[in-house]
T-cell receptor, first 115, second 111 residues
Framework: DGGITQSPKYLFRKEGQNVTLSCEQNLNHDAMYWYRQDPGQGLRLIYYSQIVNDFQKGDIAEGYSVSREKKESFPLTVTSAQKNPTAFYLC??????????????FGQGTRLTVV | SQQGEEDPQALSIQEGENATMNCSYKTSINNLQWYRQNSGRGLVHLILIRSNEREKHSGRLRVTLDTSKKSSSLLITASRAADTASYFCATTNQAGTALIFGKGTTLSVSS
């Protein structure tokens, strides 16, 4: 099945720990994105990547880091510098930049909780 | 920075009724997209309307775009309980490189 897979579905983090959320796609898409969603809120852009080995900060990049070593993978690390990491994290991909009239495909999300 | 804002924030209707959601945005766009999110799940693309289009249909969905008013509307006709979800409009950031979403409209359809 072609698609975008996020893992794990649920993740618990202790204060001061870094955690990495996985996002893999087999759609051969160039662009990948990470969003954060808080309860009752819309999606806020954390980081995005249009091509391998390149990525840009979104609106709320502080406390997060990413890498794009392979076209199909775009992991997100939530560092201890992120003071309020409890949220629902969504990964998405698109064939190329979404400015060119293309839709984005989303994973099923990872719910991160600080304990 | 949120480009689109949906209205209303919440909408409750009976099965069979029509549901209309509105989206306003701030800057010029190449296209506007609507997505649906079931509770606790990822978003699913519904429809994309280009800036030179005024109306688009897909099954029970009808989307309109008024670039002069910087607004769009999503109409779901003959709603079903399965349409219960949050609906988001999305446009692109200023660089045209990523989607920016509004806060969404939560639709509840009761049977």
């Amino acid at each position: 099945d072609g698609g975008i897979t996020q893992s794990p579905k649920y993740l618990f983090r202790k204060e001061g720990q870094n955690v990495t959320l996985s996002c893999e796609q087999n759609l051969n898409h160039d662009a990948m994105y990470w969003y954060r969603q808080d309860p009752g809120q819309g999606l806020r852009l954390i980081y995005y990547s249009q091509i391998v080995n390149d990525f840009q900060k979104g609106d709320i990049a502080e406390g997060y880091s990413v890498s794009r070593e392979k076209k199909e993978s775009f992991p997100l690390t939530v560092t201890s510098a992120q003071k309020n990491p409890t949220a629902f994290y969504l990964c998405a991909s698109s064939p190329f930049s979404t400015g060119t009239n293309t839709e984005a495909f989303f994973g099923q999300g990872t719910r991160l909780t600080v304990v | 920075s949120q480009q689109g804002e949906e209205d209303p924030q919440a909408l409750s209707i009976q099965e069979g009724e029509n549901a209309t959601m509105n989206c306003s945005y701030k800057t010029s766009i190449n296209n506007l997209q609507w997505y649906r999110q079931n509770s606790g799940r990822g978003l699913v693309h519904l429809i994309l309307i280009r800036s030179n289009e005024r109306e688009k249909h897909s099954g029970r969905l009808r989307v309109t775009l008024d670039t002069s008013k910087k607004s769009s509307s999503l109409l779901i006709t003959a709603s079903r309980a399965a349409d219960t979800a949050s609906y988001f409009c999305a446009t692109t950031n200023q660089a045209g490189t990523a989607l920016i979403f509004g806060k969404g409209t939560t639709l509840s359809v009761s049977s």
